[in-house]
């Protein structure tokens, strides 16, 4: 079908099930739009008109760069100050490796969905939403155990269960210690691969994942649980200027972004434009 092998994506951990063709050159820490490798639909597929195809302006994105800056990340939070990253065990657990905590200090996550953290007079500042953190008061069951063991020694914390912890793993999100008096001391964002596995495992039943095609069109899916937008382009050819630019819809349970398009055109091309926040390490990176 002409799909492009599949790297990892900023939302995922390293391809641990089938995901759709993607190859993202990234240079961000910020939020992004991110940009698909172009993969080609069969030949047998019907001709493609575009009834509802986006404005010509609209879809100079679709033709654009693999990565498009929306929010540069603040300047004080360019480097990390932790090499030893937090790490969800599961959708409720947070481990950090080699953490110790003095008196009075505390953990807590900070989320803003526009990509605004930043440190202010030492405080955390442009949050949605914040909370503590507290620490874990029984061990994690066997199988969560096993998981983190690599992790070596650290404390366990564990969040509010009425926090949403999907929209928490959009945006972004950081977790700090703060002393008594809410200064921060320390600030990592941290790894969501086993949360977003648990949160989103109704996705393992979907079968469909990329394209399914009929001689009536095709349906598009792609697992993208991080995303806060996914839209379709759709090409004539891999040199062409984009025809039409789609909505996807996201399914909150799965994660899965769906859309479908009737009378494709023979040999047409799709590419997904991707609306995420991607802490990305400094330097650049391939997605």
Known sequence: MGVRPTPCLPWCRPCSRPRSGFQFSLRSRAAAVMLSGLATLPAW????GSPDAAPVPALAACDAGPVTVLRAQAPALKATTDALQPVWLDDRRLRWPALT?????VLRFHHS?????????????????SGALELAKDAPDAEVAAQGAYLGAGLDFTIDPAIDRRALHRGQTLITVEDDQGRVLRWSPAQTARAL???????????ALGVSLTPAGASFKLWAPTADRVELCLHDGPDSAARARLPMTRDELTGIWSAART?????????YLVEV?????AGSATW
Do not use: I, N, T
């Open 45 to 48: 597929a019907s001709s493609m």
């Open 101 to 105: 905590l003095g008196a009075g200090q």
């Open 113 to 129: 969905a526009e990509g605004a953290l930043d440190v202010v007079d030492g405080r955390l500042a442009g949050s949605d939403l």
């Open 197 to 207: 596995d648990v949160l989103h495992a109704a996705a393992e039943d979907e079968r």
């Open 263 to 271: 009378g494709v055109r023979s040999g047409a091309y799709y590419r």
């Open 277 to 281: 926040f991607v802490p990305a390490s």
